[in-house]
């Protein structure tokens, strides 16, 4: 059977009656199809098993446009199968008034549903969503809304009286924070990172802070809108939608350094291990080893957990060792420990113990003054540590800043650096420091500032640092365009500027430009110096399907092409 339907009423235009029968048509899941008419040159066609079907269809339209009187009059058919609504719409409807019963001032504030404006059901269904989710923000999820709506005729015209009946319900308080996504979706680490302990009030709950803390602690590539939930046993979690960033990484770095000096070329590298959010609760691990030109190695392991014991306390251990083949063997045992002081930023205080042994070479005199001398140092600190950077491990970001910075002073005792001179005790101070601030210039561009500084002092003449002590520098880690390690001071410092065009999140082409300075104490026969070193070069980091690779290629002024420092890196996520 086909339905056709004729809206009546000379005061409404017939292209109001057509947009009505479009909206009817769009919303019609019968079989039958039925045909509505609205003057000659309008037609939409639905489905509808019959007579009956098809008004509620036409009804429900309109009275979803404002027309809550409409009617259908009657209906006719055809022997051809086909039929004919005729429907009168009525007068349109207005909002008269709004009135609250029980709720908050400012409820309704921003509401559709306002007097004198049009009446619709949708506008205030999605009123009513509105404020309920006005409630969840101060803490009440158990919150109803239920409307009252009265017709008032005016004149011509239709009024609606709207009341709304207010249950505010119960004031709730939230038992944690719930990681939508997380492979180890650990309750207690989410509400200790972001602060929301169990038992906070509902309306005390910052969702943006709460995002924000997740976002920089590095562990997630993605963090999505917390939103407030009932779990399984009815209480009520903010639950974060989050993409896990990599459990931890695999990377190393291959250098080529060509013939120099009489000596042949050389292959360098280094190679880290790194484990990030173990078992769900943001401890890590690394395992780091470096070979550097000259029979020189490093290795480094270093463990820590954010939250011992359940506390705001993150404690770390590490061990470092250099050696550096018959010259001399560094080992440095450190402790240190962090409380938060706001999202991304630590306080942080360390201890260490290190111990210095000359080897064969390192043992002999130039000009009765022994090149290594044999010591031990105990050292305590402080610092800083801020990340205002989202992102997971292997991120490109274009936007955001680091800072690590750490002094420390203490006592360091030397074996006599001649025959005529005793053994002492030097007191020395230390600071450390690298800052990384990323700025996005154009649409696919940025910018990536740095500043790496370590500086020692204390001491005079021959209580001055010997080579042992002294800080290395040089490499693809630190002044690009100069040998792994070959420059040494007590006071080194780099900083760069390297514009990056981003291909994705992960992937970017590069240049840089790095300047170096190397300030170097009197040791060994050598008058002391000081000097800035600079390096330029370029390279590219890209996502393959082998893993992260990084490409670089370094000079520094005077040398020619040929001579340049080559690097590839390769890393990956375990």
Not at 297 to 326: E, K, N, W, Y
Not at 418 to 441: M, Y
């Amino acid at each position: 059977m086909q339905w056709s339907g004729k809206i009546r009423g000379a005061r409404w235009p017939a292209a109001s009656a057509a947009v009505a029968l479009v909206c009817l048509a769009t919303s019609a899941t019968a079989q039958t199809p039925w045909t509505g008419r609205a003057g000659p040159a309008s037609r939409a066609t639905v489905g509808a098993p019959d007579a009956d079907g098809a008004a509620r269809l036409a009804l429900g339209s309109l009275d979803a446009q404002g027309f809550p009187l409409a009617r259908v009059d009657s209906a006719a058919t055809y022997p051809s199968g086909t039929g004919v609504l005729f429907v009168t719409r009525g007068p349109t409807a207005t909002v008269a008034r709004v009135d609250v019963v029980g709720g908050f001032a400012g409820l309704t504030a921003g509401w559709a549903t306002q007097p004198g404006a049009p009446y619709r059901p949708a506008s205030l269904a999605a009123d009513l969503a509105l404020g309920l989710d006005r409630y969840a923000a101060r803490g009440r999820v158990g919150a109803r809304l239920t409307p009252r709506v009265r017709l008032v005729p005016q004149g011509e015209s239709l009024g609606v009286d709207v009341t709304v009946d207010v249950f505010e319900g119960a004031a709730g308080v939230i038992a944690g924070v719930e990681l939508a996504g997380a492979r180890q979706a650990s309750r207690a680490f989410a509400s200790r990172v972001t602060g929301v302990a169990p038992g906070t009030d509902l309306s005390e709950v910052d969702a943006a802070a709460v995002r924000r803390d997740l976002e920089q602690t590095g562990l997630y590539a993605a963090v999505g809108e917390p939103e407030r939930v009932l779990d399984a046993d009815g209480r009520v979690v903010l639950r974060v939608p989050v993409v896990e960033a990599a459990p931890g990484v695999f990377d190393a770095v291959l250098g080529y350094l060509p013939p120099a000096g009489g000596q042949a070329g050389q292959v360098v590298g280094s190679g880290r291990v790194e484990l990030r959010n173990a078992f769900g609760g943001g401890r890590t691990a690394r395992v780091a080893f470096d070979r550097t030109p000259g029979l020189g190695s490093t290795v480094q392991i270093a463990a820590s957990d954010p939250f011992v014991l359940g506390l705001p306390l993150r404690v770390g251990a590490s061990f470092d060792g250099l050696g550096r083949d018959s010259t001399f063997a560094r080992q440095t045992v450190r402790l240190d420990a962090g409380t938060r002081l706001a999202p991304g930023l630590d306080l942080t205080a360390t201890v260490s113990r290190e111990a210095i042994a000359p080897g064969r070479f390192g043992a002999t005199s130039v000009d009765g003054v022994v090149r290594v001398r044999r010591s031990s140092a105990v050292f305590a600190g402080a610092g800083v540590r801020l990340r205002r950077v989202p992102g997971g491990l292997f991120t490109a970001p274009r936007r955001g800043l680091t800072v690590e910075a750490t002094a420390e002073s203490g006592v360091r005792r030397r074996q006599a650096p001649s025959d005529s001179v005793a053994a002492a005790s030097v007191r020395q101070q230390r600071l450390t420091a690298a800052v990384r601030v990323f700025v996005p210039t154009f649409a696919r561009q940025s910018l990536a500032l740095g500043l790496d500084a370590r500086v020692l002092a204390g001491g005079r003449g021959d209580d001055a640092s010997d080579e042992g002590e002294l800080f290395r520098f040089g490499g693809a880690q630190s002044l690009r365009g100069t040998d792994e390690d070959a420059l040494v001071g007590t006071a080194v410092g780099r900083a760069f500027v390297e514009p990056r065009l981003h291909v994705d999140a992960e992937s970017f082409v590069f240049a840089f430009l790095d300047i170096g300075y190397i300030s170097m104490p009197a040791i060994a026969g050598r008058p002391a110096d000081r000097f800035v070193r600079p390096g330029y070069g370029g390279g590219a980091r890209l996502r393959t399907g082998l893993g992260l690779v990084t490409l670089t290629y370094a000079l520094r002024p005077g040398l020619p092409a040929s001579r340049g420092r080559i690097h590839v890196g390769l890393g990956f996520g375990l």
